[in-house]
């Protein structure tokens, strides 16, 4: 902002004056922040240093909606989506897996340039038009993520329960009884204990995955699971 402030304000008071408001706590996803950048721009240039508790109204009101946007698509929904799926193919020696997440890459790069001349050229009329639709685009999209990691679960987590029980001439195999409970019902369930775990205060990524991997060789070697 310190280029603009400074072709817009000549007067060392106000241009200072718009710096110290500018530095006040603005927090929000990078990919669309150049959005609510270019909109202060706008209005900036059009009622300069009048437009001073505007724009401070503009980024605090904004910053969050904003940043549950950015954050849900660009933060989880595209890589869900495009990373599961390119990681996927990837896993079956196929290249083009490499070649979409690329291209999603290059993809969300260009657009997170294009966001700031955009907002800047819609200008206020843009915070009244997409003001009321942030809230819908967000839930649409958690819900598109959520359906999409669902959809992946019995084809990225393979897990299985090898035991088998015999009683005389009957063998009941206990994988073959989830199936027909529900397919791929045992990836469900650890998926499921996985994001309950996430929710609790002490338990990060990380963690996570170590409990993971440990829970796994023990139960491996029990036999208890299996790939």
């Known amino acids: 902002m310190l280029p603009t402030l400074k ?17 006040q706590f603005f927090n929000t996803n990078a990919y669309v922040g150049g959005f609510i950048i270019g909109m202060d721009m706008a209005i900036e240039e059009k009622e300069g240093i009048k437009a001073k508790d505007t724009i401070a109204g503009l980024k605090t009101g904004l910053m969050g909606p904003f940043a549950g946007v950015g954050d849900t698509i660009f933060g989880v929904i595209l890589p869900t989506i495009f990373g599961s799926i390119g ?51 967000t839930d649409s999209a958690i819900l598109l993520g959520v359906t999409v990691v669902g959809a992946l679960i019995p084809t990225v987590v393979s897990v299985k329960v090898p035991l ?51 829970v796994g060789i023990i139960l491996g070697g029990l036999g208890i699971l299996s790939k």
């Open 164 to 214: 088998v029980f015999k009683t005389g001439k009957v063998v009941l195999k206990a994988q073959s009884i989830l199936n027909q409970i529900m397919p791929s019902l045992v990836p469900v369930i650890l998926v499921a204990i996985c994001y309950w775990l996430l929710g609790k205060k002490k338990m990060n990524s990380t963690r996570l995955i170590v409990s993971v991997l440990i």
């Open 87 to 137: 990681a996927y193919m990837g896993l079956h020696g196929n290249p083009i897996g490499a070649i979409i997440w690329l291209l999603v890459n290059f993809a969300v790069l260009f657009l997170r340039f294009s966001l700031l001349p955009l907002g800047y050229s819609q200008g206020e009329k843009l915070i009244y038009a997409a003001g009321d639709k942030l809230n819908k685009i």
């Open 7 to 23: 072709k817009l304000y000549s007067k060392d008071n106000d241009r200072v004056e718009m710096m110290k408001m500018h530095n």
